[in-house]
């Protein structure tokens, strides 16, 4: 009987992973008092991450292995990015490079 | 300084007004001694004006710190054309820019063209490179250096270094100049006097005045290294928008006053970010440092607007 409750289980937990992946297709990372903020992020392939910034001060998202740059982003302005393939995603600030992030991308 | 209407003077006098932090250096016999600008005011010749360095203009800010930043530009601009003797060179030490965009570049070029301070050198800031390339730069200020950015050149027996430390960042670091730069150092130095004086001006400090803020470059100890054999060393900085000053053997560090807007003492607050003061207050915290040859010596003196 135990088994039998543990295969049902599979699949609809499986259902569900799937469901909250796609409802979450579009992440936001908030840069505020010289920080990322989430630091680390986690989601499934196919999310567009978005970057705002919050502080009165530039900032910039500079992947460092050269798979994403943005603009000067000045206060309130956004920077997007499409994270497609899986991967651990390092980036930095590059006028305050004490600012770093990571975006890892999982298989959807 | 028997001309009282000698701007040198004034904005010592100035400085002592407002309570600025402001210190003059003179070098004697090979090393540089500070001096108060109580004794700067009295006992300093004017000496001859050598150059002048203009930093941090950030052109393109328009926040609360200071929402007409090519106004104060235009005030140091107007504070240079009214010395009676003017440099024959302006340094300009980064952030020439606030976001690195063409506009930008292109209003502080038509303002410092305006500028009766000689020759016009630059290096870049972070500001000013954003895009990682810094084509916008490049575009209009890369040409003394064969789109490298760093240089040198000689001036009245002064031999002029421009380094570029703010486009090789490491994730959590300082800034850096990168080996090849390195290099180019090592050689443009080789073949020189010790007596020979040298002014070596680059964006950010080249000693870490304070690390959690990214203040310092990471492999400045390398290029000091060929530079300590010099009787007079003279390192130009800006990036922190405020005046920080040491002596380290024959070796002077300065940074200087930003034209647009004042940052926190290290530390003090979020981050290194534009730190707003009271209107009065603002002018006393913007400003210039002027380079002079005082009897074969060099002296620095720093200028606010207000």
């Given amino acids: 009987m135990y088994r039998f409750k543990h295969l049902l289980a599979y699949p609809i937990a499986m259902l569900l992973l799937i469901a909250s992946a796609s409802a979450s297709d579009a992440h936001t990372i908030v840069i505020k ?17 978005t970057w705002e910034n919050q502080d009165g001060e530039p900032h910039t998202v500079v992947s460092l292995t050269n798979d994403f740059r943005s603009q000067a982003l000045d206060e309130k302005d956004k920077f997007s990015h499409r994270f497609d393939k899986p991967g651990t995603y390092k980036y930095i600030c590059s006028i305050h490079p004490k600012m770093v992030g990571t975006i890892t991308v999982v298989a959807k | 300084m028997s001309d009282p209407s000698n701007p040198s003077r004034r904005g010592a006098l100035q400085c002592m007004a407002f309570g600025g932090a402001g210190t003059l250096f003179t070098l004697s ?7 108060t600008l109580v004794q700067a005011a009295t006992e300093i010749p004017s000496g001859i004006p050598l150059f002048l360095q203009i930093s941090d203009s950030h052109i393109g800010f328009n926040k609360q710190a200071n929402p007409d930043v090519a106004g104060t530009l235009k005030e140091t601009i107007a504070l240079v054309n009214a010395m009676k003797t003017r440099p024959a060179l302006t340094l300009h030490t980064g952030d020439i820019t606030h976001l690195s965009r063409a506009a930008e570049f292109d209003t502080a070029l038509g303002l410092m063209q305006e500028l009766r301070g000689g020759e ?29 950015g760093y240089y040198s050149f000689d001036h009245q027996g002064v031999h002029f270094i421009g380094l570029v430390n703010v486009m090789n960042f490491k994730p959590n670091g300082l800034g850096g100049f990168g080996d090849e730069q390195l290099a180019w ?12 004086p040298i002014v070596v001006f680059a964006h950010m400090p080249m000693w870490t005045i304070y690390e959690s803020w990214g203040w310092g470059t990471g492999d400045a100890e390398q290029a000091l290294s060929y530079l300590r054999r010099f009787g007079s060393v003279t390192i130009l900085n800006g990036h922190i928008h405020q005046i920080v000053q040491k002596v380290e053997g024959n ?29 009065g207050k603002l002018r006393r915290m913007l400003g210039i440092t002027d380079i002079r040859l005082v009897r074969h010596h060099l002296a620095l003196n720093d200028n606010t607007l207000a």
């Fill in chain 2, 251 to 279: 070796i002077t560090f300065h940074t200087a006053r930003s034209t647009a807007y004042p940052q926190p003492l290290a530390g003090q607050g979020d981050g290194p970010g534009p730190l707003t003061v009271p209107a």
């Fill in chain 2, 29 to 35: 016999g090979g090393l540089l001694t500070p001096m």
């Fill in chain 2, 185 to 196: 150092l090592r050689t443009d130095l080789a073949g020189r006097s010790s007596s020979t």
């Fill in chain 1, 33 to 49: 008092k010289f920080m990322f903020n989430p630091m680390d992020v986690t989601v499934p392939a196919g999310t567009d991450v």
């Fill in chain 2, 120 to 148: 016009l050198h630059t290096v870049p800031g972070e500001h000013d490179v954003t895009d990682g390339m810094g084509t916008e730069y490049f575009a209009r200020f890369g040409k003394p250096s064969d789109n490298r």
